[in-house]
């Protein structure tokens, strides 16, 4: 089902979320099947979207779902970086639409999780992956890609 996608000044966005556990099994499909409708449907409106944390549709758990040619789920994600190599991007949010941040974030990110079916996986992403994984793992922190900008003149209007 689709959900709305909370936006910039909700308080739920800056709360950390909690590690999903057993008693959650039950709710998992349904909110990955949120997550998904909610990302397409973002996409049909505003023809971009790639990635989407659990924390913006207002469900407060370690959940991360992806979609480039075929859907990814991060369950309890953690990040690590392999080296200190960083770059600065504009970055953008669905919660906020229309702004975009200059952040600086690590060009290679590797990413450990549970699939949907729990089972343990690891992933090395560079770049545009790299810096989509950082920002959708934020989400869980309570962070947003306004917080990490490179100073205060790095927001700007679409």
């Not at 702004?99 to 600086?104: N, S």
């Amino acid at each position: 089902m689709m959900r709305e996608i909370l936006k910039l000044g909700n308080p739920q966005l800056y709360e950390i979320s909690n590690k999903i556990t057993d008693a959650d099994i039950d709710y998992l499909p349904g909110w990955i099947t949120d997550l998904h409708d909610t990302l397409m449907n973002y996409r049909k409106i505003y023809g971009v979207g790639r990635a989407i944390a659990a924390p913006q549709i207002g469900v407060q758990k370690r959940l991360l779902y992806m979609f480039s040619d075929k859907p990814y789920v991060f369950i309890n994600p953690v990040i690590s970086f392999p080296d200190n190599e960083k770059y600065t991007l504009m970055d953008d949010c669905m919660s906020f639409p229309c702004l975009i941040v200059k952040v600086e974030r690590y060009k290679r990110t590797d990413i450990a999780y549970l699939d949907a079916v729990f089972h343990p996986q690891q992933i090395h992403f560079e770049g545009d992956y790299s810096e989509l994984l950082q920002h959708e793992y934020d989400h869980l922190d309570g962070i947003l890609a306004t917080m990490r900008a490179v100073d205060n003149k790095s927001l700007i209007m679409k």
